[in-house]
């Protein structure tokens, strides 16, 4: 007794194929959109100048809570919006204390020691420590506004 023919055969196993080679692109796509939290350091160095570092904030599944993870809590004393005219260049400067920056519109770059340049654009995050030193510049680029939030930090 023939419960399947030739072509029906090939057409399952086609349809099997096709389903395990989904859900392994599908497995690979969720793996590559899972992006880090990547946070830019700026400090001063032990010569006097200011260098950044990335650095990715540990993060934890969150308890009880199925596909959450979350970072320590860090604690904060405020929140600044900042808005800067396109062209605006704040020249050599620490900054007044430890926080951290997301830039929310337009664009913007730190400049610190041997001339690099970090740039800001939207959902990028710094975290300003060069409270001693030579310090570094900040600069709004672009023809738009640059808009950012600040978040100083507590003493810790």
């Known amino acids: 007794m023939k419960i399947f023919g ?31 939290v990547t946070v830019t350091r700026i400090y001063t160095g032990s010569d006097g100048q200011t260098h950044a ?12 809570r199925t596909g959450f993870e979350q970072s320590a809590v860090t604690k904060t004393t405020g929140l ?24 929310l519109s337009g664009r913007g770059e730190v400049e610190v020691a041997g001339g690099q340049k970090i740039r800001l654009e939207p959902g990028r995050i710094i975290l300003i420590e060069d409270l001693t030193g030579k310090g570094h510049i900040t600069r709004a680029i672009g023809t738009e506004a640059w808009t950012s939030v600040l978040i100083p930090l507590a003493d810790q």
């Open 53 to 64: 570092e990335e650095m990715d904030p540990k993060l934890a599944p969150a308890s009880g």
């Open 6 to 36: 030739t072509r029906t055969c090939l057409v399952l196993v086609a349809c099997s194929v096709g389903v395990w080679i989904a859900q392994d692109r599908w497995k690979t796509m969720a793996a590559q959109e899972q992006t880090l």
């Open 80 to 103: 600044r919006f900042i808005r800067r005219s396109p062209g605006l260049i704040e020249d050599w400067h620490t900054a007044p204390q430890r926080q951290y920056g997301i830039t």
